[in-house]
């Protein structure tokens, strides 16, 4: 199976976020950055069906160059190759510019199964998988927590809300958004990460591939979101912090 | 037609809740731009269900029906909201964030040329429309700035749904043109997950966990601290991904939802889809190390400092001042 996974690189979860001079997005000096966490699954899941059933996976990220750290990251854990789109201006495109991007790099591969994950942890937008599809003409299902391939497709999970599940077949080539929790992830081995240094990774520009729209949505700035609920902040020490909420669970919300 | 479009879901036969929300933010947006609202419901018979939206103070309510729509297919309904967004041409359209919603509307947006401008807190004058970023840490305010529909999805609990004045509807009867091989995903029925042992639902007292445990070998730390104040131990969802508890403990959209009398979120940051599993709770205290996380917008009382010197500590006082 030839499988494409889509990767998006995405603040660290635990990076201090201040507000650029600009007000548009936030100050990414100093910014550590990761591997968008349900894209880790939608590798694992592509890395998985490989090992099954033979085949080949191509990672693709679109960003500025700092993305190149998180395409190594997923050659080391057992992606075949990588198509690196090299872009600037990722903050100017909506998510139908970005779609329409990552499907023209996509297109020329002719992959069986185009995984990306269910949502990005900085803009959260949940929607490029499934727009990707539409770009591309392709069936596809969404929040997608296994993947079985079956003689004429796919077999696939799909997590419903509050504990519900539903499966699915559809017909491949097909576009999957995967959730995260449906496998336990892989680290990259000593031996994975020596390798990925000679992988492909295969660069192409925004331009190159010629897929230039105004954006019909835009982002126009961005605020740090305002209380709205007054806390009351137990301080001091641990100790000190620990014996005031114990009076409080103790007189004023009576649970002791 | 001009106005705002709201399109209301249904679940077999029974209206999902939030649809509500997704009318209230509709006619909050139409008051706002002095646009007529009107409601669209999918299906292949709906209706029985018909009569509920009419009651929503709505001028106009559409049923498209067919049935190739009674399972709900991506394919089936955007197809089916393309033909009737083209036809009417309305100049908003509005849905509630729901896991279908969300499987969908993309597509419909981008067959139409436009962007979903999803999961929307608020809609201020412009309209500029309020939606998180970084998981709730940031908000990011959007624009529609081409030409057609501009459509958006709202977030649970970000709109009250309200009374309306009831009026009588008009109600119109749409059939769509749809050919089987136009839907090319076979869907089959919900089924549960594993076993529900623990019923969390009835749980008075919850310490609930998230990511900033760190690791699996550290969770004996939040099992003393609910032991010690005799609460059932719940966690965020990875926690669960990462089996460190069951899946049965997790705690959100798509997880249990609880109502104790005290929930203790220890390492949890406040995900939208976190707090929907727990804002119903009397009393919520949360321990984060992060003075914004987003769970002190919903925490009574709060704790900023590291888990690991404050979580003992409590454990500590706890038994202590029960004796
Ligand atoms: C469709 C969908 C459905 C979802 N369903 C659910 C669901 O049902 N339930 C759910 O929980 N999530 C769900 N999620 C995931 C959700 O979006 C969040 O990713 C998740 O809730 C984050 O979990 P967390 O708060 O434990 O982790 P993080 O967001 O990583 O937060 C960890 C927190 O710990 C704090 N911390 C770190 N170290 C320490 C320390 N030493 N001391 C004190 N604090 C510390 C950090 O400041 C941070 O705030 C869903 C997501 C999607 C897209
Ligand atoms: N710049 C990008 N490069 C590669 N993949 C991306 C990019 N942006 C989004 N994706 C993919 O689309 C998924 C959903 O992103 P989003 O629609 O932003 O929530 C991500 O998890 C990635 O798999």
Partial sequence: MKIIVAIKQVPERDAQVRINAAGKWIEEVDLQYALNESDAYALEEALQLKEKHGGEVTVVSAGPERVGQTIREALAKGADRAIYVASNDLGSRDALGVARLLAAAIQPENPDLILTGLQSEDLGLGQTGVILAEVLGLPHASLILHVEKTETGLTVKRELEEGWFQTIELPTPAVLTIQSGGNKLRYATLMGIKRAKIKEVRQVTASDLGVDVPPVVLMEGVTMPHKQKSTQMLGGSPKEAAAALVEKLKFEVRVL | MSGVLVVVEQHAGRIARISWEACAAAQHLGAQLSLPVSAVIVGAQVEAQISEVAARGLPRVARIE??????????????????????????????????????????????????????????????????????????????????????????????RAGETEKCAAEVTVVSPTIDPTQIRTKPGEPFRGSSQTVDLGSAQLIVSVGRGIKDAANIPIVQELATALGAELAASRPICDNGWLPMERQIGSSGQTVSPKLYLAVGISGAIQHLVGMKGSQCVVAINKDPDAPIFEVADYGIVGDLFEVVPALSAALKAAKG
């Fill in chain 2, 66 to 159: 067919h049935p190739l729509l009674a399972q709900y297919t991506a394919d089936g309904f955007t197809l089916a909201l393309e033909q009737f967004v083209k036809a009417e041409q309305p100049d908003y359209i509005v849905f509630p964030h729901t896991y279908q919603v969300r499987d969908y509307a993309p597509a419909l947006a981008a067959r139409l040329g436009q962007v979903l401008i999803s999961d929307v807190v608020a809609i201020g004058d412009g309209p500029v429309f309020t939606r998180q970023l970084l998981q709730g840490r940031l908000n990011g305010s959007y624009r529609h700035v081409g030409t057609g529909p501009c459509i958006i999805s709202v977030q649970a609990g970000a709109f």
